[in-house]
């Protein structure tokens, strides 16, 4: 089950996001929008995470019911995120994609970036915060301070990820320069500012490089039913 405030958000680019206000003709969802990969209904569903240790947490999340969607052109993840707080929080994730994913699995590993899956071939234990990773790293502190003493780096504390961004990292370290340009390095908690994911917690000693999914657009439902298109 897809709400239909999300299709209205893909349908618009994120422009609407209530159908009370822009409803879209029947005639045209059947034309337009369509299930790609099947859902196995609503249901409980236990998910495995792990904590910076390697330790395999289980949280029980409540689903409408993963499945991949299409909207005109794009397809869509329609599932349910355990980094949620409470039963975890609904999110309609536009995948970079112009074929058709063959399975739930296919549409996931899609929102993988390269060093993700590197890394997970290497058997690293790769954390997650709503749409960002977190890969631990062999990097010493004094390693990444030198190339902040040098200007190719800048130190912040509780920066912001992203522009319009919600997920604040307790310390790191962003490359302006050189071969590590554009790669960013944190460590300590990894919260939501707006308090809509349980906080991740990197540990002080260990360097983690952070990277964002792939994906376009994404539309998350709060537990206040409110819309947001990002």
Avoid: C
Avoid at 93 to 109: G, K, V, Y
Wanted: net charge negative.
């Amino acid at each position: 089950m897809v709400p239909f405030h999300s299709i209205v958000a893909a349908w618009t680019d994120g422009e609407k996001d209530d159908w009370d206000q822009t409803p879209i003709a029947i005639s045209d969802l059947q034309k337009e929008v369509a299930i790609v990969v099947p859902s196995q209904g609503e249901r409980w569903k236990t998910v495995e995470s792990k904590d910076k240790y390697g330790r395999i947490k289980t949280k029980s999340v409540h689903t409408l019911g993963d499945s991949v969607i299409r909207v005109k052109e794009h397809f869509y993840l329609s599932s349910v995120d355990e980094t949620g707080h409470g039963a975890g929080m609904y999110f309609l994730a536009e995948l970079a994609t112009d074929r058709a994913p063959t399975s739930l699995e296919d549409a996931l590993n899609a929102l993988k970036p390269p060093a993700v899956r590197e890394a997970e071939a290497r058997g690293s234990n790769i954390l997650r915060q709503g749409e960002w990773f977190a890969i631990p790293t062999m990097l010493l502190t004094s390693e990444l301070m030198r190339d902040v003493e040098r200007g190719v780096a800048a130190y912040r504390q509780n920066h912001v990820l992203g522009n319009d961004g919600h997920h604040q990292l307790e310390e790191t370290v962003i490359y302006r320069a050189g071969d590590r340009k554009g790669q960013v390095f944190a460590r300590g908690v990894l919260k939501h500012t707006e308090n809509e994911h349980f906080d991740l917690d990197l540990g002080t000693i260990r360097w983690y490089q952070i990277v964002h999914n792939i994906q376009g657009a994404s539309y998350t439902l709060t537990g206040k039913g409110t819309a947001q298109f990002d």
